[in-house]
């Protein structure tokens, strides 16, 4: 069987083992892994733009943002009106949370094309900074949308997200990554990284694979967004801003561009240090900020820059 079957097979294992004995778990810990399952989804997810195709966004808080305010929007006001006062039983709970995150990833993926279609012809500095006032035009756009919520943000959004739900949308995450990359077509993304004039020279549309490969990563971030707001309860604009972008392509930069497996340890080690540093809170960031630089300056390539055969994980 395939290394990334058995990856996928081996997470919803895990995802049901811990779902069953999260009663009597500490919620502390459900906590941080429930953050840790959700930066992975997004820094995987980042890493297929980023890394494996070799453009730099910086709006990928954006798309969770989409994810987050339509997913808690299905929940929050389609859910008493179809799960009635009683608020439905496990299952319809269940279905209910299902459809609310495909509806935030589909629009979190509906974003993600419009803003790559007119953007992604552009290179560099200049991607960049068009995803980085796209981030910002959304997070303006929420602020100021009232039926939402706007400034004061949206509460009362059911807590639907279990740790069952995080570990099986992290594995189905990187089982999609990794079997596109891996593919015949995801060698486009590959190719369009390594020299995009050479593969345009030799009949790819390296336009069209970057567009996938950013509609890919929104619809992951969108339902990131999804699981985050159904976490907390309760989403505010300022909670998407330039600062969680950043936080996630930092993820993305440590864990080695274009390597899986190191991004999903970046985004654990980066989950847990400002946690572990939580009894010195007032140097926290301080250290925190440090120990990044440091890790940069000894490890420019990614701290965990692993290959196994002729792929990355």
């Given at each position: 069987?395939?290394?990334?079957?058995?990856y996928?097979?081996a997470?919803?294992?895990?995802a049901f083992g811990?779902?069953?004995?999260?009663d009597?778990m500490?919620?502390?810990f459900?906590?941080?892994l429930?953050?840790?399952?959700?930066?992975?989804?997004l820094?995987?997810?980042l890493?297929?733009v980023n890394?494996?195709?070799?453009?730099?966004?910086?709006?990928?808080?954006?798309?969770?943002?989409?994810?987050a305010?339509m997913?808690?929007?299905?929940?929050?006001?389609l859910?008493?009106?179809?799960?009635?006062?009683?608020g439905?039983s496990?299952?319809?709970?269940?279905?209910?949370?299902?459809?609310?995150l495909?509806?935030?990833?589909?629009?979190?993926?509906?974003a993600?094309?419009g803003?790559?279609v007119?953007?992604?012809?552009?290179k560099?500095?200049?991607?960049?900074?068009?995803?980085?006032g796209?981030?910002?035009?959304?997070?303006?756009i929420?602020?100021?949308?009232?039926?939402?919520g706007?400034a004061l943000?949206?509460?009362?959004?059911?807590?639907?997200?279990?740790?069952f739900?995080?570990?099986?949308?992290?594995?189905?995450?990187v089982?999609?990554?990794?079997?596109l990359?891996?593919?015949?077509?995801?060698?486009?993304?590959l190719a369009?990284?390594?020299?995009?004039?050479?593969?345009?020279?030799v009949?790819l549309?390296?336009t069209?694979?970057?567009?996938?490969?950013?509609v890919?990563?929104?619809?992951?971030?969108?339902?990131?967004?999804?699981?985050?707001?159904?976490?907390?309860?309760?989403?505010?604009?300022t909670?998407?801003?330039?600062?969680?972008?950043?936080?996630?392509?930092?993820?993305?930069i440590?864990?080695?561009?274009?390597?899986?497996?190191?991004?999903?340890l970046?985004a654990?080690?980066?989950?847990l240090?400002?946690?572990?540093?939580?009894p010195?809170?007032e140097?926290r960031m301080?250290i925190?900020?440090?120990?990044?630089?440091v890790?940069?300056l000894?490890?420019?390539?990614?701290?965990?820059?692993?290959?196994?055969?002729k792929?990355?994980?």
């Open positions: 069987m395939p290394r990334p079957h058995l996928l097979f997470t919803l294992a895990c811990l779902s069953h004995f999260s009597r500490d919620p502390y459900l906590d941080v429930t953050g840790i399952g959700i930066n992975v989804i820094a995987v997810s890493n297929l890394g494996y195709t070799g453009q730099f966004s910086l709006g990928h808080a954006g798309f969770m943002s989409v994810g305010y997913a808690a929007a299905v929940s929050v006001f859910g008493p009106r179809l799960l009635g006062e009683s439905g496990a299952l319809q709970q269940g279905t209910l949370f299902l459809a609310a495909i509806t935030g990833g589909c629009a979190a993926a509906l993600g094309l803003v790559g007119p953007s992604l012809r552009l560099g500095d200049y991607l960049a900074l068009v995803t980085l796209f981030g910002e035009i959304i997070r303006v929420f602020q100021n949308f009232e039926p939402l706007g943000g949206l509460n009362g959004i059911p807590a639907y997200t279990t740790i739900w995080v570990l099986a949308l992290v594995g189905l995450t089982f999609v990554v990794t079997c990359v891996n593919s015949t077509y995801g060698r486009g993304f369009t990284h390594d020299d995009e004039i050479a593969s345009e020279a009949g549309n390296t069209r694979y970057k567009i996938v490969a950013f890919i990563g929104a619809f992951f971030a969108g339902t990131a967004g999804g699981l985050y707001g159904h976490f907390k309860m309760t989403i505010t604009p909670g998407f801003d330039f600062t969680k972008s950043i936080e996630i392509v930092v993820m993305v440590l864990g080695g561009m274009g390597n899986t497996l190191g991004v999903i970046a654990i080690l980066l989950t240090l400002p946690e572990l540093l939580r010195i809170a140097y301080i925190y900020s440090l120990m990044l630089i890790l940069m000894a490890r420019p390539q990614g701290l965990f820059n692993f290959k196994f055969g792929a990355k994980l």
